[in-house]
């Protein structure tokens, strides 16, 4: 009997998960996707790929490795089959690897429309979303209405397509919505004719088969914990619970079945999309981070926001999942900063605190400690001994102030460029 690792963001996304997930895979038989859907980039690099997943899980440059899409994932078939086809241009079949959980819920090219006039209607108030169909989609999944990956196999998917897209069209209409999903149906069909190619499988049973058989399976997480329906900055968040929760839910694992808790975390923070970012720098400095991070959206494109590193939320995304060992992603991105500096409490209204308020419109000051930077390129290193004195002491300062290890410092986007520390 095995236990379930799970690797999630604890900020607002792209900390990196993607790249580690990739390096941490030699020491897994099974890497399980358990929420989101293609509103996630996952970038990975290695020798000279560079490669961006979007609902495929991240083991799949790692031969012999089986890649689960669990059940609570939502998948759009075109994207799913462009993820399938520019992975064949690589040389990975993954026939015999990929497995999808009947029970996943898919994205119909009118889940995207609906997407699209959603946000048109919010105007200014728009949630900034990536516009994947990923809300509709979740909506109705809860409302009771979604169209499940093992509906392709039943006689009557064409009328359960129809009857689902032609209520969407409904809605479409209510919002003046000039609605072109016939467009895409080809594709979507295409795509839903590729997936059956692959094993259609009822995910919590292999999952809990796989740790019966004493194999190691890491759950990979989408978004991160400040983007979760439940605890992130609502509405300004994705439609499901991105932490560790999420994990049991998204494919049928008992609580205490979860063995390790990997919270990945920027040395900066950044988000993309709408809503409150307490430690943004919306200046020049945040320019300085943006450019050398190279922080783009894998998915969008669109420029992220960033900002310093938030212990207020950090802490709050740790103790919401349970978080056993920490990853600290892109301190290389500091290199050349002289100061850096961390929030440690925020004043609301002259007060000072350490919880997240649950008004996200409150005017929040961060209080921050200063760090002195190391003034170094660091993307070679390989050890901990060699890193400078002053990025031990900021990595030192987070263990302290969390009460969790950092185990991974990732100093460069490149699988190499991992240190691993005793
Ligand atoms: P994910 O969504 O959590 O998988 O993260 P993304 O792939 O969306 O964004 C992370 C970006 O940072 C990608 O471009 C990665 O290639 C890159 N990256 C990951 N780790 C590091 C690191 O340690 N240093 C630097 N400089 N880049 C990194
Ligand atoms: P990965 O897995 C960063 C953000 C969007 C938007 C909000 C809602 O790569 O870390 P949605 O499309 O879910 O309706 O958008 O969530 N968002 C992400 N931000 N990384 C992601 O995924 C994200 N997925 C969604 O920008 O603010
Ligand atoms: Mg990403």
């Known amino acids: 009997m095995s236990k379930v690792d799970i690797l999630l963001g604890l900020q607002w996304g ?48 790692h031969p012999g490795c089986i890649n689960v899409i669990g059940n609570g994932v939502v998948i759009d078939p075109i994207i799913f089959a462009q993820e399938i086809h520019s992975l064949e241009k690589l040389g990975v079949n993954l026939r015999r690897t990929l497995k999808i959980s009947k029970k996943a819920h898919l994205i119909l090219p009118s889940h995207r429309e609906l997407d699209a006039a959603s946000e048109a209607a919010k105007g200014k108030g728009k949630i900034g979303s990536t516009l994947k169909g990923i809300g509709p989609t979740y909506m109705d999944k809860t409302g009771r209405n979604g169209i499940r990956v093992g509906d392709i196999l039943a006689h009557d998917f064409q009328e359960r ?18 609605s072109n999903i016939e467009q895409h ?12 190619e692959y094993d259609l499988i009822d995910s919590e049973y292999e999952i809990n088969k796989y740790i019966a058989q004493g194999k190691r399976v890491l759950a990979e997480g989408a978004q991160g914990s400040l983007l979760d329906i439940d605890f992130g900055s609502y509405p300004f968040v994705t439609s499901s619970n991105t932490i560790c929760a999420g994990a ?22 950044t988000r993309v999309g709408s809503g409150p970012f307490p430690t943004e720098l919306d200046n020049e400095v945040g320019e300085k981070i943006r450019q050398i991070g190279a922080e783009y959206g894998a998915t969008t494109g669109r420029p992220r926001r960033c900002g310093w590193l938030d212990l207020v939320a950090l802490r709050y995304a740790i103790m919401l999942n349970g978080v056993t060992q920490l990853i600290m992603t892109k301190p290389d991105v500091l290199d050349t900063f002289e100061t850096i500096k961390v929030a440690v409490a925020y004043r609301i209204n002259g007060a000072e605190t350490d919880r997240l308020p649950y008004d996200i419109n409150a005017p929040i000051e961060p209080v921050y400690k200063e760090f002195k930077g190391w003034m170094r390129e660091i993307s070679g290193f390989k050890s901990d001994d060699d890193l400078p004195d002053e990025l031990m002491a900021y990595i030192q300062f987070v263990e302290q102030e969390t009460g969790v290890p950092i ?10 460029e991992t240190i691993v520390r005793e």
């Open 248 to 269: 049991c839910t998204g494919l049928g694992i008992a609580p205490g079945k979860v063995g390790e808790v990997y919270g990945i975390f920027k040395a900066y923070c």
């Open 14 to 61: 792209d900390e990196g998960k993607g790249k580690v997930v990739d390096v941490l895979t030699p020491n897994y038989d099974v890497i399980a996707r358990f929420q989101g859907g293609p509103n996630a980039g996952h970038s990975l690099e290695f020798n000279n790929i560079k490669h961006v997943l979007h609902t495929i899980p991240s083991g799949v440059f």
């Open 161 to 178: 397509y129809q009857f689902l897209k032609n209520k969407h069209k409904e809605i479409l209409r209510q919002y003046n919505y000039q």
């Open 185 to 196: 149906e080809e594709e979507w069909f295409k795509g839903v004719e590729l997936m059956k």
């Open 407 to 416: 185990k991974i410092v990732s100093v460069g986007p490149n699988r190499d």
